[in-house]
């Protein structure tokens, strides 16, 4: 029987004893049957959600070491790119010294059309110098960002990324201090 409210307007719902012993068999038995073929799929998952977080972190780690190596390549050549044209801005420049002390035996003309020829050869030398260090350039960005990105890129993507690249490069030294000297 279903107890009446009482005029205080509170009231109890009073379960019975084979309610309560009913509810917590079933709770039990629920319990076990979850922790037998719910929770070991549960923990499985989140097993392997895991590993595959690892997996991907290791890929990562290692992509950065690849990244880093390729840094560090990208410098020294870089740097040996440089080496490169001080050499050729060095011949060049012996060269012009040459043409120079050949022109004032010879002739005051003649020594002006070789200082002429000499600074046009150590304007080609530095660009084709920096043509080639540009085109490098382009390419070992082009190389590390696939490697980052772990996919090839379009024409526009590559465009754009060796564009900031180059951008990002300081070639006014060279050229300048080419054309100074």
């Excluded at 719910?38 to 959600?49: E, H, N, Q, W």
């Excluded at 090839?152 to 990324?161: E, F, G, I, V």
């Amino acid at each position: 029987m279903v107890p009446v409210a009482s005029s205080s307007g509170s009231f109890l719902i009073t379960p019975g004893i084979g309610l309560m012993v009913w509810t917590l068999l079933l709770f039990g038995v629920s319990l076990v049957l979850m922790a037998k073929f719910v929770f070991p799929r549960i923990s499985d998952a989140l097993g392997r959600r895991q590993k595959t977080i690892e997996d991907s972190i290791d890929a990562a780690e290692q992509t950065r070491e690849e990244a880093q190596q390729l840094l560090a390549e990208y410098r020294a050549r870089l740097q040996e790119a440089r080496t490169q044209s001080d050499e050729i801005v060095q011949h060049a420049r012996q060269t012009a010294e040459a043409h120079e002390r050949e022109a004032k035996e010879g002739a005051r003309v003649i020594a002006a059309e070789a200082a002429r020829r000499a600074q046009r050869d150590i304007e080609a030398a530095t660009q084709r110098a920096l043509g080639e260090l540009r085109k490098e350039v382009a390419d070992l960005t082009i190389m590390a960002t696939e490697k980052v990105t772990r996919k090839t890129l379009d024409d526009s993507d590559q465009k754009r990324l060796v564009e900031e690249a180059l951008g990002e490069l300081d070639f006014s030294s060279l050229s300048s201090g080419a054309q100074n000297n």
